[in-house]
């Protein structure tokens, strides 16, 4: 089995949180692999910058998702054990662009629930649910 490490963000501006549209259709949050001589924390703000182009602060760590998938590698199926360091973050604007070189068709800030409406993936609704959850705290204590 192969193990990788990825960084990313729920991207807040407002009541609004950053998404990504796969060529598929799929909305995902802004996320990917943890270079090598690379904090995590500093993978995050890069994927995200590279991914949608949106200027980010890194407000604090929210947690880690693992799951498991199977990638074809010259033929050969190849077993992925993935674990996923999120960080909740604010937009310094609503500024972002969709990087079609990143495997993306568009970028939008959306409203709360509509975010949680559109998440592909079961984990990404999770982690955007406890990303609401802190930053309503944040913003109301």
């Not at 692999?33 to 703000?45: P, Q, S």
């Not at 947690?63 to 996923?84: P, S």
């Not at 068709?105 to 802190?134: N, S, V």
Request: glycine letters at 4%; hydrophobic letters at 40%; one cysteine or more.
């Amino acid at each position: 089995m192969v193990e990788e490490v990825s960084a990313g963000g729920i991207v807040f501006f407002r009541n609004n949180i950053l998404m990504l549209r796969k060529f598929n259709g799929d909305w995902v949050l802004p996320k990917g692999r943890v270079e090598e001589n690379e904090t995590i924390k500093d993978a995050a703000i890069r994927e995200v910058l590279e991914e949608s182009k949106a200027k980010v602060n890194v407000i604090k760590y929210l947690g880690k998702i693992n799951y498991e998938f199977n990638r074809t590698c010259f033929k050969e199926k190849v077993r992925i054990n993935k674990q996923v360091y999120w960080y909740l973050m604010v937009a310094r604007n609503m500024n972002c662009t969709a990087q079609k070189n990143e495997g993306f068709r568009e970028a939008k800030f959306l409203p709360f629930e509509r975010t949680l409406m559109i998440a592909r993936y079961d984990d990404e609704r999770k982690i955007i649910k406890k990303a609401i959850e802190d930053i309503k705290f944040h913003c109301y204590k």
